[in-house]
């Protein structure tokens, strides 16, 4: 399974971006798929996620990223609104499949004026 990202950037405050994940070397049909990020010194951390058919998100994203999945595309993208310098981090792409767990390379994003 290979995972590759891609939407990162800079960004003011209170800008947005709208990350996505294509998925490739397997069909569609993760157990889990969503996004996680990590700053310099911290764990990675989840961001958002599918588990199936729930949606889970961090509560500091919550009401302002939504994530989103296409089985045609084979794609999960995480639209991000009114962006604060504390979601600055590298985004990773992440999925589970069985016992299997899968990481894309991962896309930064920095929100700074």
């Known amino acids: 399974v290979q995972l590759v990202e891609s939407g990162g950037g800079l960004v003011q405050p209170g800008g947005s971006l709208r990350l996505s994940c294509v998925a490739s070397g397997t069909p569609f049909t993760p157990d889990a798929v969503g996004w996680y990020r990590q700053v310099p010194g911290e764990e990675r951390e989840l961001v958002a996620r599918y588990a199936g058919a729930i949606i889970q998100y961090a509560d500091s994203v919550k009401g302002r990223f939504t994530i989103s999945r296409d089985y045609a595309t084979k794609t999960v993208d995480l639209q991000m609104n009114s962006l604060k310098p504390a979601d600055t981090g590298v985004y990773y792409c992440?999925?589970?499949?069985?016992?299997?767990?899968?990481w894309g390379q991962g896309t930064p994003v920095t929100v700074s004026s």
């Open positions: 992440h999925a589970i499949y069985g016992a299997a767990r899968y």
